[in-house]
């Protein structure tokens, strides 16, 4: 079984969790290059079978330095929120042992993959404190291109979600891959129009191998 807690450059202070099983996600995206990621973070994030809650609870006793934690991130390969009362436990686990921030990063398409679930009222009544939603792009043809989402028509879905992080108590952040042809001042302006104020937006360097 892959790793469940890592680390970025074995960096104590972030330990991100991995539970997504079998790189499971609902985008392909062209740019998804998993073995460079785990070269980059020195973990195999492979995990074959879907981890228990107990097991991951275990995993995390195990390899998180409780002294030096500062923040929790779910982040793997593949998206999350697909296990999102798994999610949702070891948050309410997480905070009462170590009390300590928790981010989520997302694809955004929670209300997709959970159309009768109330979202973002369960991640913030268990306490995740911010998440960092993957957009790269201003508009639904562009994101089908880039991303090839197993569902139809997303886009639209994704920005709902954005939007109600926005205006829950979760921090939220939305991140674009730098690509070339990107005009950071248009995507400003789409930003601004989703009620974000420019700290609220990233940019991420894009990685080629
Ligand atoms: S959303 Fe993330 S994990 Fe999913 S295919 Fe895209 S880059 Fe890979």
């Known amino acids: 079984m892959g790793d469940i807690v890592y680390y ?3 960096n104590k202070k972030k330990a991100y969790l991995n539970i997504t099983p079998n ?4 985008n392909d995206c062209v740019f998804c290059d998993k073995h460079m990621l785990e070269g980059a973070v020195q973990s195999n994030l492979y995990l074959e079978e879907e981890p ?3 097991y991951i609870v275990n995993e995390i006793k195990q390899k998180v330095d409780g002294n030096a934690v ?4 779910f982040c793997g390969i593949g998206e ?3 296990y999102l009362d798994k999610l949702i436990n070891i948050t309410i ?3 009462k042992e170590y009390n300590k921030p928790v981010r989520v990063n997302t694809n955004g398409q929670a209300y997709i993959i959970h159309p009768y679930k109330d979202v973002v009222t369960m991640l913030e009544k268990a306490g995740v404190d911010s998440v960092s939603i993957s957009l790269n792009v201003t508009d639904a043809r562009e994101y089908n291109l880039l991303h090839k989402p197993k569902y139809r028509d997303v886009f639209n879905d994704i920005i709902e979600f954005v939007k109600d992080c926005n205006d829950s108590a979760i921090e939220t952040t939305v991140t674009f891959l730098e690509f070339p042809k990107h005009n950071k ?3 400003y302006e789409f930003t601004r129009k989703l009620g ?8 991420r360097p894009f990685i080629t191998r």
Do not use: A, H
Not at 70 to 73: N, P, T
Not at 196 to 203: A, T, Y
């Open 8 to 10: 970025v450059r074995g």
């Open 185 to 187: 001042k248009e995507i």
């Open 93 to 95: 686990y997480i905070k």
């Open 196 to 203: 974000l104020r420019d700290e609220q937006v990233r940019f």
């Open 23 to 26: 790189y499971e996600c609902t």
């Open 80 to 82: 999350p929120l697909i």
């Open 52 to 54: 228990s809650l107990d």
């Open 70 to 73: 500062e923040e929790f991130v």
